[in-house]
């Protein structure tokens, strides 16, 4: 079993930043790759950002290109979403997902885990 937790939610206002993590645990793969994904209120969770094993592959939403970087320290066994220019449409539930295949997807029905989520909210 591999368990994530997600961490560094908060407020903050638009035009500001935060630094998601994404601690993964349990039984590894020999190599996985990880995604964000994020749900509004009312809305269906969408795809944000994805991230291969290496690192040397990534994928972002069109939404947040340019303003977002997916990151990973496989030495700690974590993955990061740096948010910059933060907008108030970024208000979501934000979750991480693994699956044990080196490639990432946009795609959460081949995400086999996923994390708790961590509220992100933008004030206007």
């Known amino acids: 079993q591999v368990q994530l937790v997600e961490s560094g939610g908060g407020l903050v206002q638009a035009g500001g930043s935060l630094r998601l993590s994404c601690a993964v645990s349990g039984r590894t793969f020999s190599g996985y790759a990880v995604g964000w994904f994020r749900q509004a209120p009312g809305k269906e969770r969408e795809f944000v950002a994805a991230?291969?094993?290496?690192?040397?592959?990534?994928a972002y939403a069109d939404s947040v290109k340019g303003r977002f970087t997916i990151s990973r320290d496989n030495t700690k066994a974590t993955v990061y979403l740096q948010m910059d220019s933060l907008k108030p449409e970024d208000t979501a539930v934000y979750y991480c997902?693994?699956?044990?295949?080196?490639?990432?997807?946009?795609?959460?029905?081949?995400?086999?885990?996923w994390g708790q989520g961590t509220q992100v909210t933008v004030s206007s």
């Open positions: 997902a693994a699956r044990g295949t080196y490639i990432p997807s946009l795609y959460e029905d081949n995400y086999r885990y």
């Open positions: 991230i291969s094993w290496s690192g040397g592959s990534t």
